[in-house]
């Protein structure tokens, strides 16, 4: 049985939990390509301000945002754009169980 280190799952799961947050992966698309302003982030959203602010705290102390102050105003942008590699990953292995499920659905009809 291979060991594995318990301290690189704990990181792991800390980075699929933030992650694993609807909320979060649309702030992240929203950052993509450009940094923006929270002043305009707020108002693309669903939830309430503070509630933006907690998640976009979370993402960047996970360090996939980083953010600048200008005056009062606070700017996001992607720190680590790799994150995209790891989410087009896990897009690409839904589709493949997808497809697999729907197969073995259909064998089993």
């Known amino acids: 049985m291979t060991k594995v280190d318990e301290k690189k799952l704990e990181l792991e ?3 699929f939990a933030i992650l694993g947050q ?5 702030l992240l ?3 993509r390509d450009r940094e923006l302003c929270v002043c305009k982030i ?5 939830e309430d301000q503070s509630v933006i602010s907690r998640h976009l705290g979370k993402l960047r102390d996970m360090g996939l945002l980083a953010s600048r102050k200008e005056g009062v105003s606070v700017y996001y942008s ?3 754009p790799a994150v995209f590699e790891l989410l087009e ?3 690409g292995l839904l589709r ?3 497809e697999r499920q729907a197969r073995e659905a259909v064998e089993a009809l």
């Open 29 to 31: 698309y929203m950052l």
């Open 89 to 91: 990953n896990a897009n």
């Open 96 to 98: 493949t169980i997808v």
């Open 13 to 15: 799961s800390r980075l």
């Open 22 to 26: 609807p909320t979060r992966l649309r």
């Open 78 to 80: 992607i720190a680590e």
């Open 42 to 46: 707020n108002p693309a959203m669903r």
